[in-house]
T-cell receptor, first 115, second 113 residues
Framework: GAGVSQSPSNKVTEKGKDVELRCDPI?????LYWYRQSLGQGLEFLIY????????KSGLPSDRFSAERTGGSVSTLTIQRTQQEDSAVYLC?????????????FGPGTRLTVL | QKEVEQDPGPLSVPEGAIVSLNCTYS??????FMWYRQYSRKGPELLMY????GNKEDGRFTAQVDKSSKYISLFIRDSQPSDSATYLC?????????????FGAGTRLAVHP
C-alpha cells in the first residue's frame, strides 16, 4: 500500500514568509510525528499526534511553529515568519498506534530553504 | 550531554568489509533499541529492532545491545555498495503515554567497490 507522503518535496522561501508543510500518513495509522533534520544532525522531535490531538508538543522550537491534524489523517506543520535557521529537512512519520510508536514509518521529507 | 551519542563519521570501507556502528546513551529508562537506514534524500527506514540486551541477527546485519554499559552496536558483514547510507540509532521509553524515539546524529557510511 501507499507509504507516508509529504508535500512539497522542496520549498524555497524568503525570510519572514510563512510556510505550510503537509503530511499524509499511512491509512489507518493513528499516531503521527513531525521531526526536523538539520545537516549533520540527527532527527529532532517536534510534535506527536494521537488522532487529532497533540499530547506532546514539547519539541516545537518556538511559537512560530504550529501543527494541526484533521480527520485523524492529514497533518500540516506551519512555520510563521521563517528564519534562516529554520532551513532543514522536515520529516513526518506515522505508526499504527502509540503502543507501536517504536516502529515508525517515515515520509521522504520536505527540504526547506529560507533565504 | 546528549541522551544519545553517535559518531557521525563519515566511515569509508571497501566492499566485503565488516562494518561496526555504535551508539552510547545515558538514559537507563530506554527499553527499545532500533537502527534506521537513510538513503540520500529519503526518509529513514527501520532496519533492526531489539528489546533486551543481547544479539539479534538478520541476514548480514547483527544488532547488539549492552544495557549494563549503555552501548548498542550494528554490525554489517560482507558490506556492499548498496549499504552506503546514513545509519541512525534510535531508542525509546514509554513516557507520557507513548513510546518517544530519541535519535543519534547518524553515521554516514560509504562502501566502495
Amino acid at each position: 500500500g501507499a507509504g507516508v507522503s509529504q508535500s512539497p518535496s522542496n520549498k524555497v522561501t524568503e525570510k519572514g514568509k510563512d510556510v505550510e508543510l503537509r503530511c499524509d500518513p499511512i491509512s489507518g495509522h493513528t499516531a503521527l510525528y513531525w521531526y526536523r533534520q538539520s545537516l549533520g544532525q540527527g532527527l529532532e522531535f517536534l510534535i506527536y499526534f494521537q488522532g487529532n490531538s497533540a499530547p506532546d508538543k514539547s519539541g516545537l522550537p518556538s511559537d512560530r511553529f504550529s501543527a494541526e491534524r484533521t480527520g485523524g489523517s492529514v497533518s500540516t506543520l506551519t512555520i510563521q515568519r521563517t528564519q534562516q535557521e529554520d532551513s532543514a529537512v522536515y520529516l513526518c512519520a506515522s505508526s499504527p498506534d502509540e503502543a507501536s510508536g517504536d516502529e515508525q514509518f517515515f515520509g521522504p521529507g520536505t527540504r526547506l530553504t529560507v533565504l | 550531554q546528549k541522551e544519545v551519542e553517535q559518531d557521525p563519521g563519515p566511515l569509508s570501507v571497501p566492499e566485503g568489509a565488516i562494518v561496526s556502528l555504535n551508539c552510547t546513551y545515558s538514559n537507563s529508562a530506554f527499553q527499545y533499541f532500533m537502527w534506521y537506514r537513510q538513503y540520500s534524500r529519503k526518509g529513514p527506514e527501520l532496519l533492526m529492532y531489539t528489546y533486551s540486551s543481547g544479539n539479534k541477527e538478520d541476514g548480514r546485519f547483527t544488532a547488539q545491545v549492552d544495557k549494563s554499559s549503555k552501548y548498542i552496536s550494528l554490525f554489517i558483514r560482507d558490506s556492499q555498495p548498496s549499504d552506503s547510507a546514513t545509519y541512525l540509532c534510535a531508542m525509546s521509553s514509554f513516557s507520557g503515554g507513548y513510546n518517544k524515539l530519541i535519535f543519534g546524529a547518524g553515521t554516514r557510511l560509504a562502501v566502495h567497490p
